[in-house]
């Protein structure tokens, strides 16, 4: 009897698999053939489910930033009131942090030979960008994404760079207060 394979569950396996292969590898030093060695597969079997390094890096990148499906928080985000938000937002962040030094790794390693204009319309680039912005809105609103991502990002690497003496506690306490003045609104 012939072997039935859930194409799509085998395929979404590869990438998370792939995921862990260019956090360790990079993308530049990485080819199919490598990638396929990991995997523990044929370049052929590769090829049969991604038709190139970038298109695979593509599927990682979508699962890497991939927000709705995960159990982040306990209710529903418009339930909750600010102070609730930033928290779970915080949770978030620092589930990301764990993955954060071989991401920006690879981030500058995928990005090292292209300008910020071609890094402004990379594909891949703008995913991930737009749905961490789009994540952040759920929390804190459209007119603050950007402005929070910037912080978490800066928040994040402050933490690498510094060995995480920098707190989380600090960061949520400031975020609450920033918002409770960027939109004047109550948090308790």
């Known amino acids: ?47 049969h489910y991604f038709s190139s390094k970038e298109s695979l890096f593509e599927g990682c990148t979508k699962a890497v930033t991939s927000f709705e499906n995960r159990d982040y928080h306990d209710s529903p985000i418009h339930k909750m009131n600010t102070q609730e938000r930033i928290k779970a937002l915080i949770k978030i962040f620092k589930r990301i942090e764990k993955d954060f030094k071989g991401e920006l790794s690879l981030l500058i390693d995928y990005t090292r030979s292209m300008t910020p204009a071609q890094v402004a319309v990379n594909k ?18 459209q007119e603050n994404a950007e402005f929070v991502l910037c912080i978490m990002y800066g928040v994040l690497l402050q933490r690498l760079l510094a060995g995480r003496k920098y707190g989380f506690q600090e960061i949520e306490e400031k975020l609450i207060s920033f918002l409770k003045t960027a939109n004047n609104i109550d948090t308790q």
């Open 1 to 47: 009897m012939p072997k039935i394979i859930d194409h799509k569950k085998y395929r979404k396996g590869l990438v998370k698999k792939a995921t862990l292969v260019f956090r360790e590898y990079g993308y530049s030093g990485l080819g199919m053939r490598k990638i396929a060695e990991e995997l523990g597969i044929s370049k052929s079997a590769l090829y």
């Open 124 to 141: 891949n680039m703008q995913l991930a960008n737009q749905n961490y912005i789009t994540m952040i809105a759920s929390f804190v609103g």
